[in-house]
């Protein structure tokens, strides 16, 4: 195998390759570092697709993985079941049990009432008792979905160590043409468009993050969670906008209206839900609108990256989310960055989501006489650059 497929992250594309000799190579964007440790050649159907793995035992792979055929046993292999179940998460097919020589009177008898095993989705068994953990209920998806499948959505993002929301449901992608149905905490989604790439940990398969944002937020009706969701992607740089652009116009339209909102926030540089919270709360108000992420200059120094920045008044707003300022060095930047703006002559106004959320009248209030107030005083000498700039 030659090489890597390649993988677009952030501002930017960086490709990985492995060369047939093996040895480590690290690729992804700035500030995220990818760690491939090997390329294994994975067959698929007619062809042949590649795989690797990052630093965090997950592997980018192409799509149409399928498990590893199995010749049916006529006497009972339990080391196979063993390691079976050890690599599926304790989560087994009727299928692959047959194969590995286990009768239907055995297995009807694990799955007896008050027995060993349990019976997740139909023909998919749990071979532990209790309550099944996410990666049992992942891969016991998978396993219903058959070959090729794909986590998506909530359960992808997960994996990702992305903001997911709390869903009760297993999105998994199949091809359009399998004919399977949603069942129990299953729901298929059948596409023309199964992704060209995937990422893969240990036997659990999901999409890469551009199309589980936008399945994601097909599903979602809260728009506040499409928001928190598509702002996370971004600001993490799993994804860039441009390639949820894509999965917008390439995705169906139904149930697409969230993501399209978003994502024309996010191009007048909206970059997070409290400032989108913001921005709403200014047009309702009939406020003037300002520029978001503004990059601040005098001269050629840049000064701060404003949330809100009124340039006919010199007004600058701050959203002060508590999960930014959680470390003693996060609340001092933030003090030295309000002391450059003022140092200028910017009047700089703060406010936290949930005033934004529960104060709109005092936080309208509070910008309506601070733009009053610094037209009169008039305008520092400072250059703003729009954050798409």
Same mark, same amino acid.
């Given at each position: 195998?030659?090489?890597?497929?390649?993988?677009?992250?952030?501002?930017?594309?960086?490709?990985?390759?492995?060369?047939?000799?093996?040895?480590?190579?690290?690729?992804?964007?700035?500030?995220?570092?990818?760690?491939?440790? $090997?390329?294994?050649?994975?067959?698929?159907?007619?062809?042949?697709?590649?795989?690797?793995?990052?630093?965090?035992?997950?592997?980018?792979?192409?799509?149409?993985? $399928?498990?590893?055929?199995?010749?049916?046993?006529?006497?009972?292999?339990?080391?196979?079941?063993?390691?079976?179940?050890?690599?599926?998460?304790?989560?087994?097919?009727?299928?692959?049990?047959?194969?590995?020589?286990?009768?239907?009177?055995?297995?009807?008898?694990?799955?007896?009432?008050?027995?060993?095993?349990?019976?997740?989705?139909?023909?998919?068994?749990?071979?532990?008792?209790?309550?099944?953990?996410?990666?049992?209920?992942?891969?016991?998806?998978?396993?219903?979905?058959?070959?090729?499948?794909?986590?998506?959505?909530?359960?992808?993002?997960?994996?990702?160590?992305?903001?997911?929301?709390?869903?009760?449901?297993?999105?998994?992608?199949?091809?359009?043409?399998?004919?399977?149905?949603?069942?129990?905490?299953?729901?298929?989604?059948?596409?023309?468009?199964?992704?060209?790439?995937?990422?893969?940990?240990?036997?659990?398969?999901?999409?890469?993050?551009?199309?589980?944002?936008?399945?994601?937020?097909?599903?979602?009706?809260?728009?506040?969670?499409?928001?928190?969701?598509?702002?996370?992607?971004?600001?993490?740089?799993?994804?860039?906008?441009?390639?949820?652009?894509?999965?917008?116009?390439?995705?169906?339209?139904?149930?697409?209206?969230?993501?399209?909102?978003?994502?024309?926030?996010?191009?007048?540089?909206?970059?997070?839900?409290?400032?989108?919270?913001?921005?709403?709360?200014?047009?309702?108000?009939?406020?003037?609108?300002?520029?978001?992420?503004?990059?601040?200059?005098?001269?050629?120094?840049?000064?701060?990256?404003?949330?809100?920045?009124?340039?006919?008044?010199?007004?600058?707003?701050?959203?002060?989310?508590?999960?930014?300022?959680?470390?003693?060095?996060?609340?001092?930047?933030?003090?030295?960055?309000?002391?450059?703006?003022?140092?200028?002559?910017?009047?700089?106004?703060?406010?936290?989501?949930?005033?934004?959320?529960?104060?709109?009248?005092?936080?309208?209030?509070?910008?309506?006489?601070?733009?009053?107030?610094?037209?009169?005083?008039?305008?520092?000498?400072?250059?703003?650059?729009?954050?798409?700039?």
């Amino acid at each position: 195998m030659a090489h890597c497929l390649p993988w677009s992250v952030g501002n930017g594309t960086s490709t990985a390759r492995a060369e047939a000799s093996g040895g480590g190579v690290t690729a992804g964007p700035p500030g995220l570092a990818v760690s491939m440790a $090997h390329c294994l050649p994975w067959s698929v159907g007619n062809g042949t697709s590649t795989a690797f793995a990052d630093g965090l035992g997950r592997r980018i792979v192409g799509t149409g993985c $399928h498990a590893a055929l199995m010749t049916r046993r006529s006497d009972f292999d339990h080391k196979l079941l063993a390691e079976m179940l050890r690599k599926q998460h304790d989560v087994v097919t009727r299928r692959q049990t047959a194969n590995c020589g286990m009768t239907d009177r055995a297995l009807r008898y694990r799955i007896r009432y008050g027995g060993p095993w349990q019976r997740l989705l139909p023909s998919v068994y749990l071979a532990v008792t209790g309550t099944p953990t996410t990666d049992q209920r992942d891969m016991a998806g998978l396993l219903y979905a058959g070959p090729g499948s794909l986590l998506t959505a909530a359960a992808a993002l997960r994996r990702l160590g992305l903001k997911a929301p709390r869903v009760d449901v297993v999105h998994v992608l199949v091809p359009a043409a399998r004919r399977r149905q949603s069942t129990g905490f299953v729901r298929v989604l059948r596409t023309t468009r199964m992704p060209e790439q995937a990422c893969i940990s240990g036997q659990i398969r999901f999409a890469m993050a551009a199309r589980a944002v936008a399945d994601a937020a097909h599903m979602l009706k809260d728009l506040a969670e499409v928001r928190a969701v598509v702002a996370d992607s971004v600001q993490r740089r799993w994804c860039r906008v441009a390639e949820l652009a894509e999965e917008l116009r390439r995705g169906p339209a139904t149930g697409s209206a969230h993501l399209r909102r978003v994502l024309t926030e996010v191009a007048d540089g909206i970059r997070s839900t409290a400032e989108a919270d913001l921005r709403d709360l200014v047009k309702r108000a009939g406020l003037p609108m300002p520029m978001f992420n503004a990059r601040l200059y005098a001269g050629k120094v840049l000064i701060a990256v404003a949330d809100a920045w009124w340039p006919e008044a010199a007004v600058a707003a701050e959203v002060d989310s508590r999960e930014w300022h959680l470390s003693p060095g996060d609340w001092e930047r933030t003090l030295r960055r309000h002391a450059r703006l003022t140092a200028h002559g910017i009047l700089v106004l703060h406010f936290t989501p949930k005033q934004i959320r529960t104060e709109p009248d005092q936080v309208v209030a509070a910008i309506r006489a601070a733009l009053d107030a610094a037209r009169a005083d008039g305008q520092p000498l400072v250059r703003a650059l729009p954050a798409s700039a």
